[in-house]
């Protein structure tokens, strides 16, 4: 693909061989995102689609991550070209667009994310280059450098995994099991055989096209995902870590507290 020879940081990292762990940040918190950032996780996905997130506190959360080891992706609210061209404004190093349906939703999300000639984003002066000061280098970079990822949501999207798939400058594809097991009328039941069979679709086609897929929710079984083709996982919610922490520690406690009964 000779558009892509150039590709560089994160989203040349999805264009490699081998899996890519992510960790989601709905917390509207640059101390959270920072820890979450040094967790090991080679990125973090901070959700605008369901977080309480505002512009601000966006933009604090992506200096917060910076510094870290981790990548930043931000998870915009829908498909509105404005809402990912501030996303991008940021500085982040990419975007994943919700609920995805078809090869033009997909499209529209790459040319939303690219400037001309390659797309339609319009040129600003946030944060993503400078403020201005380095405008020139940052318009000439971007499009290299700013990874596009669509979620799978509904059973019409897995109906057109094979199409979308088809979409020059798209760099991922992730399944959101939650909404795609509803979708399809299993209720919260990710692992029903249905779902299992729409897995192994999607990474049967992300193999055959050469891109990255995943699922967005954290998998006890990730290692047959592997096998499948899959190599974006997403190893655990902020919130859900840190009630499960809390539950882990107060369980040891219980458990002390048992002991010292018993003698």
């Known amino acids: 693909m000779s558009a892509q020879r150039n590709l560089a940081g994160f989203r040349a990292r999805l264009h490699e061989q081998g899996a890519l762990s992510s960790i989601l940040l709905s917390i ?8 979450l950032g040094w967790s090991g996780a080679d990125y973090v996905v901070i959700d605008a689609e369901h977080g309480a997130f505002t512009l601000e506190s966006l933009r604090a959360c992506v200096e917060a991550i910076e510094p870290t080891p981790a990548a930043c992706v ?19 190093d990419g975007v994943q667009i919700p609920t995805v349906n078809t090869r033009d939703e997909a499209e529209h999300a790459v040319r939303a994310s690219r400037y001309p000639p390659q797309g339609g984003r319009g040129v600003g002066v946030g944060r993503a280059s400078g403020y201005g000061r380095e405008i020139g280098r940052y318009v000439t970079e971007a499009n290299d450098r700013v990874a596009v990822l ?21 760099d991922g594809i992730v399944i959101g099991p939650a909404d795609l097991a509803v ?15 729409a897995y192994d679709r999607v990474a049967a086609v992300g193999r055959d096209r050469r891109v990255k897929v995943g699922v967005g929710g954290p998998l006890t079984d990730a290692g047959r995902w592997f096998a499948k083709g899959a190599d974006l996982v997403l190893v655990a919610v902020d919130s859900g870590a840190l009630a499960g922490a809390a539950k882990q520690a ?13 003698d």
């Open 28 to 35: 509207p918190s640059p101390a959270v995102a920072s820890i």
């Open 74 to 92: 931000i998870r915009v609210a829908g498909h509105d070209e404005v809402l990912i061209k501030q996303a991008l404004d940021l500085g982040i």
């Open 150 to 170: 669509v979620m799978l949501e509904t059973e019409e999207g897995l109906d057109n995994v094979e199409e979308i798939a088809r979409v020059e400058g798209l």
């Open 183 to 197: 979708s399809m009328g299993l209720g919260i039941d990710p692992v029903h055989p249905r779902m299992l069979a």
């Open 250 to 262: 107060l369980a040891v406690l219980d458990e002390a507290l048992r002991t010292a009964s018993d």
